[in-house]
């Protein structure tokens, strides 16, 4: 059974920083690529960081670059999403995610942490 654990949300000022953990058990996790997503109130759920299954490639969205680094470790089964000079607009719920090869007909499915909260507010 494929499961996600996400941890290390809470309360931040501007300007401050968290450290987001994804505990993955369930499936073979070094072959997997590994997502960060989050979604805002009112907003539709956002990809925010992508890191490939050796940790040798990553990619994020344009509003965290330079701010979010997403890493992983293999031997922990563990994804990581660094969060540094936060800003009110990270407020959101933050997803961990894996996709792995689903049933005839879809490429892929879709698994989901259930979410850990970061508020960013003075």
């Known amino acids: 059974q494929v499961q996600l654990v996400e941890s290390g949300g809470g309360l931040v000022q501007p300007g401050g920083s968290l450290m987001l953990s994804c505990a993955a058990s369930?499936?073979?996790?070094?072959?997997?690529?590994m997502r960060w997503y989050r979604q805002a109130p009112g907003k539709e759920r956002e990809l925010v960081a992508h890191?490939?299954?050796?940790?040798?490639?990553?990619n994020y969205v344009d509003s965290v670059k330079g701010r979010f680094t997403i890493s992983r470790d293999n031997d922990k089964n563990t994804v990581y999403l660094q969060m540094i000079s936060m800003k009110p607009e990270d407020t959101a719920v933050y997803y961990c995610?894996?996709?792995?090869?689903?049933?005839?007909?879809?490429?892929?499915?879709?698994?989901w942490g259930q979410g850990t909260k970061v508020t960013v507010s003075s």
């Open positions: 890191i490939s299954s050796s940790g040798g490639s990553t």
């Open positions: 995610n894996t996709r792995q090869a689903g049933s005839f007909g879809v490429p892929w499915y879709d698994y």
């Open positions: 369930g499936f073979t996790f070094s072959s997997a690529a």
